[in-house]
């Protein structure tokens, strides 16, 4: 098969394909909107996609109207604050489709979004038409593979979940059919482009097209080209391309780039750790070629294409020779599919998410187009190759139904059988017009793949789409409505309490939508001092993706990061869990739920107990910027336990710098913070049970955590006002072998039969149990250590490795239980979630929150920056120091920022690990801090380099083209 550049006439083609789009919509889309559902999942899209488009939106904007004028960069609604180019550059700066929302009014952004999704997966199809054109193939032909090149499970979910993803989808073909172009030794300007679009959109997505791309070009070259080709020319066209490319994208590229060295992502663990896959992928990766449900189950390893697919890879593996490229590429991609380090390594050397392969979905869209192409003239003994190997196929997804049960597969085997029976007919008996039985047989094998993802009784992502109406609704009621009429004149921060949501049903971890600025964000790039500084205060609620989260409610975290307001649902889960400081400030009117959550006893209304949202105040927020006289050395710190960092916030700065910038400033005093309460761990079989090698062998078995001392009340007063932390300074699980699982899991069935009579059937509860460990991916890392107090349940949650971009290794961890005013704890109880050994290393820790915390606090807001104003991309105030000192912040640390003291320029330090500090010495001073983006203006350099260098070969090109025209 060639490539060919021939003009044809592709008006009818073209037309075809956009009223069968008109179809394939319906089947994707339609269905969200039969329900009454929108295109807005309520976690990626509801975080990250909708939010952002409209706030870039409304960026842009600004800039077209004032182009000359500084614009906002640094966005403190961001988390703690972030640079917006870092956070853009990611979804939305690079995405063509993005600006599409200027057309749309501001009131219309919901359908904006939605519009655009459909026009991308317009796009998507448009794409492959334009690729297969250059093939000899039948219109029909082209497009029945457009339609197994769109439908399919990766692009079912990314274009509603990730419609970013849908991207590369439109660009692969592209650079593709540009790459073909140059080693015909035709133009490489169209590559340019192509290149140019790739490495704008996303720098991730540009890592992964890239090695795409370079791997067509070496198969491409060794199958068809190796001893034509003219190698220094073509060379020479794809080094032009390629840096062109490079540099007129540097502008974005260089931040970009610059952004993701600095990020949480860097020193991701390798693959999650995995070296195989769990035993369930392998088994069910058959079925994934034409199913593909359970992509996030099965590490992103999507496929699902329609169902002919399979008879395609059958016809083009009984003459591989014929089509190497297809050959080579799918066989390698299917190897590649079993070793965790190629997904690891194409996710840019994090987990091991098979997002690559979007980049096979163009050759089997091929391959089916071959198979399309042949399909009325298959002789009688290819037939029977296909048929025996779709029956071979069909015993294998037979065996993993019994064993999996999974009535999805219904549809994908109804259409393998009626597609190889199709072809039987077609050889057989000869039918008029064969391409449209064909092209029948696929569009409605892709509607009902489409309709099955989007129904919403399936338990599929569908189940999680906003209703109509709803993303408008909870934008204005985020807090519950008690975020109306707050004060923001002066600068504050947010929160909720962890697990309390006040909305159902939805992970709402960003607010862009309120104007109030919330400690949480969830965005792929995060500040790696803010991971660092999370980790080494041991947050339990850390992932790369979200750093801070609500900082699990702890006190001095929650006033250090400035966070004045609290807002909490009364029903939701730890209601009661509130930080020392914060007392009720308004309320919302009460509303009873009769049905759930009354007490048994009630009499009378007012026995019952209303639903509230409620707002928490408190009068020890920090300032954003404070000066404080005294120092921690780092080495101190780091000797110090995870609660013990969090209490040392408010009596001293950590520097992370050159110790001559602490000349004159006092060592903190660390004394009296915090104080560790002897804890002892004894089991409900009464038997006291050592934590740093705990056999836990039984799933009901149950222990308490218990504190011995403080039966006697005069302990019990002296802790009283302090926040109980548990500090795991070592965590470590090491499950037991699938045959130990086995036969403690069999041995707890015995001791439970204490009714006479009662009979173990041991033959079926092996294989129950055998059966639910492979579908659970057991034995793997993962586990859960709840602890229950009054408050609620606290836990140490180690993910599955099979969880990509949330996933974190747990070794040790701090656990809020919760503030004691009145009579301290005299145990806690604590389960484990998962059989094996445990190596637990932890103090229990009281962290004192009384007069002592209270006069730091009042310090600290004494000591404030005065006066203070806020323009783009900058903050400034007065000061007046009675001494040296260093002007500390919770402003997150980036070499972005500079800063002036009295019109002198500044040296910026890291203190607290994370944050922006200025040494300052005795005396009044106004200190002004500025943020530029980094790599900004070494990338506008490379790109007006890049300009001229395009200007000067593009006057070349047309002079040259002129002269042999």
């Known amino acids: 098969m060639d490539f060919s550049f021939k003009r044809r006439d592709v008006k009818k083609l073209y037309l075809k394909y956009s009223l069968l789009f008109i179809m394939i919509a319906a089947c994707i889309f339609g269905t969200y909107l039969i329900f009454g559902h929108t295109f807005i999942l309520n976690r990626d899209a509801l975080n990250q996609h909708l939010p952002l488009m409209v706030k870039y939106r409304q960026a842009v904007l600004e800039f077209l109207r004032r182009p000359f004028h500084a614009h906002q960069v640094w966005s403190w609604q961001m988390g703690l604050g972030t640079d917006t180019f870092q956070v853009y550059s990611y979804y939305t700066l690079g995405d063509v489709f993005s600006y599409l929302a200027l057309l749309f009014p501001a009131h219309k952004m919901t359908m904006a979004y939605q519009v655009i999704l459909i026009l991308r997966m317009y796009c998507v199809g ?15 032909v082209i497009l029945g593979g457009t339609i197994a090149y769109m439908v399919n499970a990766f692009l079912l979910y990314a274009c509603i979940a990730q419609p970013f993803f849908t991207t590369p989808f439109i660009l692969f073909p592209l650079i593709v059919v540009q790459i073909e172009r140059v080693l015909q030794n035709r133009s490489a300007w169209p590559l340019v482009g192509a290149f140019f679009w790739m490495l704008v959109s996303n720098y991730y997505l540009a890592y992964v097209l890239g090695i795409g791309a370079f791997l067509y070009l070496v198969l491409r070259v060794a199958t068809h080209y190796r001893k034509t080709l003219n190698y220094l020319l073509v060379l020479g066209k794809l080094a032009f391309a390629t840096v062109t490319s490079i540099l007129l994208a540097a502008v974005l590229l260089v931040p970009e780039l610059n952004a993701v060295m600095n990020s949480t992502r860097a020193g991701s663990q390798f693959a999650n750790g995995l070296k195989t896959y769990p035993l369930y992928y392998y088994l069910f990766l058959p079925k994934q070629l034409i199913n593909g449900g359970q992509w996030y189950f099965m590490f992103w390893s999507a496929l699902g294409i329609v169902s002919i697919g399979f008879i395609a890879l059958v016809y083009l593996y ?137 129904f919403p009784y ?32 002066y600068f504050y921060r947010v929160s909720t309490i962890s697990q309390n949501k006040i909305i159902p049903g939805v992970n709402w971890d960003n607010d862009l939508t309120s104007g109030l600025n919330n400690i949480d964000s969830y965005y792929s790039l995060q500040n790696k001092y803010l991971g660092a500084f999370s980790n080494s205060l041991q947050n339990i609620q850390y992932t790369p993706n979200i750093p801070i989260r609500q900082a699990d409610d702890r006190t001095v ?98 520097i992370n710098a050159s110790q001559k910038n602490a000349k004159g400033m006092r060592v903190a005093d660390l004394s009296n913070a915090v104080q560790t309460v002897k804890s002892v761990l004894i089991s409900n079989r009464l038997n006291k049970v050592n934590p740093n090698h705990l056999k836990y062998t039984d799933s009901d078995e149950t222990y308490q955590l218990q504190f011995p001392a403080m039966e006697k009340s005069s302990n019990r007063k002296q802790l009283s006002g302090s926040e109980v932390h548990i500090d795991f300074s070592k965590i470590k699980y090491t499950p037991f072998s699938m045959k130990e699982q086995l036969k403690y899991e069999q041995q707890h069935l015995l001791e439970m039969a204490v009714n006479p009579g009662q009979y173990i059937n041991h033959r079926f509860n092996q294989y129950k149990y055998w059966r639910y460990h492979v579908l659970n991916g057991s034995p793997d890392i993962s586990f859960k250590l709840n602890f229950k107090s009054k408050f609620g349940t606290a836990t140490v949650d180690q993910p599955k490795q099979s969880v990509l971009s949330l996933f974190k290794k747990v070794k040790n961890g701090t656990l809020n239980i919760g503030y004691y005013n009145g009579k301290f704890s005299e145990k806690l109880t604590f389960k484990p979630t998962k059989l094996g050994t445990y190596q637990l290393k932890y103090q229990v820790t009281a962290v004192r929150l009384g007069h002592h915390y209270q006069n730091q606090v009042r310090t600290i807001q004494r000591h404030g920056l005065k006066n203070l104003k806020f323009s783009p991309n900058q903050v400034a105030g007065n000061i007046t120091t009675t001494r040296t000192g260093i002007l500390t912040s919770s402003i997150p640390y980036s070499t972005g920022w500079t800063a002036t003291v009295n ?18 010495p005795k005396g009044t001073h106004h200190v002004v801090l500025h943020y530029h983006i980094p790599g900004l203006k070494l990338g506008a350099i490379a790109s007006l380099i890049g300009l001229i260098w395009t200007f000067l070969w593009a006057m070349i090109t047309i002079i040259m083209n002129r002269r042999h025209g």
Not at 126 to 140: E, I, P, S
Not at 352 to 370: F, G, H, K, Q, V
Not at 427 to 437: A, E, F, K, M, T
């Open 126 to 140: 448009l794409a492959f038409v334009y690729f297969a054109q250059h093939f000899r193939f039948r219109d029909n």
């Open 903 to 920: 019109g002198k320029k500044a040296a910026i330090i890291r203190t607290n690990q994370a944050f922006v500090g200025i040494r300052l």
């Open 318 to 454: 009984s003459q591989p020779r014929r089509y190497p490229l297809l050959a080579i590429s799918l066989g390698l991609s299917f190897v590649m599919l079993l070793i965790p380090a190629v997904g690891a390594f194409f996710n840019g050397m994090m987990s091991a998410s098979n997002r690559w392969t979007l980049l096979i979905y163009l050759p089997l869209a091929m391959t089916i187009c071959i198979l399309l192409e042949n399909a009325a003239s298959l002789s009688r003994h290819q037939l029977w190759i296909l048929n025996w190997a779709t029956i071979i196929y069909l015993v294998v997804l037979l065996v993993t139904y019994f064993f999996q049960n999974d009535d999805a597969m219904f549809m994908p085997v109804f259409f393998l059988i009626g597609s190889m029976m199709v072809l039987w007919i077609l050889n057989l008996h000869g039918v008029h017009h064969p391409d449209y039985w064909l092209l029948a047989i696929i569009l409605l094998n892709a509607g009902f793949n489409a309709i099955y993802a989007a």
């Open 557 to 654: 975290l929650n006033n250090f990061f400035g966070v004045k307001y609290l807002f909490v649902q009364s029903n939701g889960d730890n209601a009661t869990k509130i930080p020392y400081g914060y007392t009720q400030d308004q309320l919302t009117a009460p509303i009873i739920n009769y049905d759930q959550g009354q007490p048994a006893d009630a009499k009378k209304k007012t026995d019952l107990i209303p639903t509230q949202t409620i707002r928490y105040k408190t009068k020890n927020a920090f300032p954003l910027l404070y000066w404080q006289d005294t120092y921690i050395r780092p080495q101190r710190y780091q000797q110090l336990s995870a609660s013990a960092k969090e209490r040392a916030l408010a009596s001293g700065v950590v």
């Open 458 to 489: 399936n338990g599929g992502f569908s189940s999680r789409m906003l209703n109509r109406g709803e993303y408008q609704t909870m934008t204005k009621n985020r807090y519950g409505g008690l975020d109306q009429g707050l004060n923001q004149q």
